[in-house]
Structures are given as C-alpha cells and as structure tokens.
C-alpha cells in the first residue's frame, strides 16, 4: 500500500521555520519527481516545490522562491521542504504528492500537514 | 490570482451532464498536457484525469476530459450526488518552470 506520511506541521510566528517532513513507502520513491503542494483552506491548490528523482534539480513557486529549500534522502524515502521567513499567507495545509505526469498516470498524496503562520 | 483561469462554481441536477472549463496560455494548456483532480471536503485530491483525455484505472467513464488550443475541459455525464465536489485543473507553465493550478471549481448536485 502506497503511503505519504506528512509532519512537522504547527502553529509559527511570522519570521520564524519549519521542517516538514514526508515518509514514503509502497512505491520507488527514488525514481519519482516529488512535489509539494498547499492549500489554504476552502480555497484552490497552489504547486509549491518539485525535485527530480535524483534530487539535482529544483524548481519553485515564484511566492516562496528564496525562502523554502526542497529536498530529499533516498536512502529514507523521505522528502522534505524547508520553511524560512514564514508569512501569513503561507498559513495552508502542505501536502507532499507524487504528481501524474507525462510518464504516466500514478499519482500519490499524503493526508496533508497544517502550517498556521500568526503571532 | 490562478494562472489557470475554472469558473469558480457550477451546479446540476442528478443525471445531467455538466462541463467545467479551465483556461490557460499557450506556455501551459497550449503545450503541455492537462490534469484534472477532484476533491471532496477534507481529503486530498484524487486524479481523474491526466495527458488531456486519459483515465486512470477506477476512474468511472462518467468523467471525460478535452482539450483545444489553450483551453480544457473535464465533462461529468450522468450526474450523482456523490460528484458533488471540488475540481481543479492544472498543467505545467514552460514560462514560469512551475506547475500551475485553476482556481478549482465547485460542483454542486441539486
């Protein structure tokens, strides 16, 4: 059974990081493009991060460019992006995702972490 | 502001057939493939439809999608109630080197 297990989610001031983490197991996650993606709630999905399967190549919303760092360890099927400088509007639930792509249709989304982003 | 322009509701009654759009640009929709999610209260999105047109296994015929120059379309046939839901389109932007979202759409079965 395919799962993406999310943590490190909470309650920040503005200014301040987080961590989030995302375990994977039941599937080769070492060979997947890896993504995180928010939503703030009762609103629409906003891509946040992508990683290459090898980790070389990041990419980013322009909205968190510069403040949130993408990465991964293979060795611990675990991806995690880096929250710095935190706003208010980065309050969303952040979701780690396996996104159907050209390659394909396999598409893998964890249950979800809340940042909440208030002094 | 979504890069990805969906009407944000639309609504139908059981049996019907209803058609949400999303609009893009030729750097996203006009180059790349299209993907569509639904997502119903407090879960995370499911993929319905993914390279335009394709259904992943489990996906029921009812959900069909289109796409034409820079615009998409996913169509839902035979309307049930438990279509009641959120959906949201995305594509990938060369322009931006992201993957950008619509703003979603929320369907509801009268």
């Known amino acids: 059974e395919v799962q993406l297990l999310e943590s490190g989610g909470g309650l920040v001031q503005p200014g301040g990081s987080l961590r989030l983490s995302c375990a994977a197991s039941g599937f080769t996650f070492s060979g997947c493009v890896m993504n995180w993606v928010r939503q703030t709630p009762g609103k629409g999905l906003e891509w946040v991060s992508s990683l290459t399967s090898n980790g070389h190549y990041t990419y980013y919303a322009d909205s968190v460019k510069g403040r949130f760092t993408i990465s991964r360890d293979n060795s611990k099927n675990t991806l995690y992006l880096q929250l710095n400088s935190l706003r208010a509007e980065d309050t969303a639930i952040y979701y780690c995702a396996k996104l159907s792509d050209s390659s394909g249709p396999t598409d893998y989304w964890g249950q979800g972490t809340l940042v909440a982003v208030s002094s | 502001q979504s890069v990805l322009t969906q009407p944000p509701s639309a609504s139908a009654t059981p049996g019907q057939r209803v058609t949400i759009s999303c609009s893009g640009s030729?750097?996203?929709?006009?180059?790349?493939?299209v993907y569509w999610y639904q997502q119903l209260p407090g879960t995370a999105p499911r993929l319905l439809i993914y390279?335009?047109?394709q259904r992943p296994s489990g996906v029921p015929d009812r959900f069909s999608g289109s796409k034409s120059g820079t615009s998409a379309s996913l169509a839902i046939s035979g309307l049930r109630s438990e279509d009641e839901a959120d959906y949201h389109c995305t594509a990938w932007d060369d322009s931006l080197s992201a993957r950008v979202f619509g703003g979603g759409t929320k369907l509801t079965v009268l």
């Open positions: 390279r335009n047109d």
């Open positions: 030729s750097s996203n929709i006009g180059s790349n493939y």
